[in-house]
DNA sequence: GTCTATACACCGATAGAC
DNA sequence: GTCTATCGGTGTATAGAC
C-alpha cells in the first residue's frame, strides 16, 4: 500500500530475518516467516531482494557490521590485569545470559556461513571483526593495569574469542552459570600469563 | 529386496544420516538425501521410523554413545601435569583437523538440539558426556604427573569441555593452526594451575 | 517387508492486475 | 511499487501392489 524505499524494505526485512532466526532457529527462517515478521507480502521480499540467498548473505554482512558490543565493553575497570580481563569476559557473559537467543542466532549463521565455500569467507571476516575489537579491549585492559604483552595481542586477542566461543556454546547448552564464571576465571588468569607487569 | 531386520535398518539409516550430515550440513540432511546415502527406498525410512524427527532423535543419542574418542586419548604422556594436559588438547585438535566435517556435525546437530524443548536435554545429556570424559582423562593425568586437584575435577573437565568447543569452532572458521596451538597451550596453562604438584 | 506411485503441505520465486 | 494468485519443485509421509 505504501510506498516505502528499497533500501528501507531491506533493512526492515534483515532485521525481521534476525528476530526470525533469534526466536525460531535458521532452519525456521524461511522467506515467508521473515516476510511475515516484518508485516509485508511475499512479493515485496523479492522486489527488495533477488534472492533468499541474498537476503542471507546481506544479514552476515550486517551482523558483522553492528557487532560494536565488543567481547569486553568500553569502560573498563582499573585494576590486575587479570580482574580487568576477568570483569570484561563477566561483563560479556552477563551480556550473552541477557540475549541468549541472540547469541545462539550468531552460532547458527556462522555455521551456516561454513557449509558454503561462497560463504566461508563471511564467517571468516565475522571472526576477524570478533579478534579485532577483543584486540582494542586488551590493549585497554594492559594500558589501565600498566602491563606490558609479550605475545602478540593480535595472537592474546585470538585466543580470547576462543575462550568466549567455548563459554557461550557450553552455557547455552547446560545454563550452569557457576560453570561459566569458573570459565572466565580460568580464561582470564590464562591471558594475564601474556603479560608482563610493568 | 532383500529382507533386513528393522534394527539393522535403523542403524544404517542413522549412520547414512550421519555422513550426509557430515558431508553436506543438517539443513541437507533430508529423507530423501538419507535413503538415497543408504541405497534404500523412501518407504523403507518410514517402515524403520515413524518420522524424521524420530531419527533425529535416535542419531544424537547415537551420537553420544559413541563418543568414546575422548576430548583427551587414553594414552596420556608422562611429565609436569601442564605438559600432559597440553599434550592431550593437541591431541584432540590432530583428531580435528583429521576429520573436520565430524566435529562440525556435533555442533550442528548440539545446535539443532538446542532449538526445541523436547530435545535440549538430548544436547545437555551429549555435554555431560563430554565433561565425563574428560573428568577420566583429567584424573589420569593428574595421576601420571603426581599432581592433586585442589578444584573438584567436575568443574576443571567443564571448563576443558569449554576451551575445547572454542578452539574447535573458531578453527573451524579460520583453520588458523598455529592461533589454535595457542589457544591449546593457554588452556593447557589454566587448568594445570587448578592442581598443585605433589 | 519392500517396493513404486502418489498425496499433500510448504518452499522459493514469478506473473499480472492495480 | 505493491498486491493476490499461482507456478514448479521438493519436503515428509502414506497407499497399495507384490
Do not use: C
Request: aromatic share 6%; proline share 4%; glycine share 4%.
Amino acid at each position: 500500500m505504501t510506498r516505502i524505499p528499497a533500501q528501507e524494505r531491506r533493512a526492515a526485512l534483515i532485521g525481521a530475518a534476525l528476530r526470525v532466526v533469534s526466536r525460531n532457529g535458521i532452519a525456521q527462517a524461511t522467506t515467508r516467516a521473515i516476510v511475515a515478521e516484518a508485516g509485508m507480502s511475499l512479493a515485496s521480499f523479492h522486489y527488495a531482494f533477488d534472492s533468499r540467498d541474498e537476503l542471507m548473505d546481506e544479514l552476515i554482512s550486517t551482523v558483522i557490521e553492528n557487532t560494536r558490543r565488543a567481547i569486553m565493553p568500553e569502560d573498563l575497570a582499573d585494576g590486575a590485569l587479570v580482574d580487568v580481563i576477568e570483569a570484561g569476559v563477566v561483563r560479556y557473559f552477563e551480556h550473552l545470559k541477557a540475549d541468549p537467543e541472540h547469541e545462539q542466532a550468531m552460532l547458527e549463521l556462522t555455521q551456516y556461513a561454513l557449509r558454503s565455500p561462497e560463504r566461508h569467507p563471511l564467517a571468516q571476516a565475522q571472526y576477524r571483526r570478533y579478534v579485532e575489537l577483543a584486540e582494542q579491549s586488551l590493549e585497554i585492559a594492559a594500558e589501565r593495569s600498566g602491563a606490558v604483552w609479550h605475545v602478540p595481542v593480535a595472537q592474546v586477542a585470538r585466543v580470547l574469542v576462543a575462550f568466549t566461543d567455548g563459554l557461550t556454546l557450553t552455557w547455552l547448552v547446560d545454563r550452569d552459570d557457576a560453570a561459566s564464571l569458573a570459565v572466565a576465571h580460568a580464561a582470564a588468569d590464562a591471558l594475564s600469563r601474556m603479560a608482563d607487569p610493568r
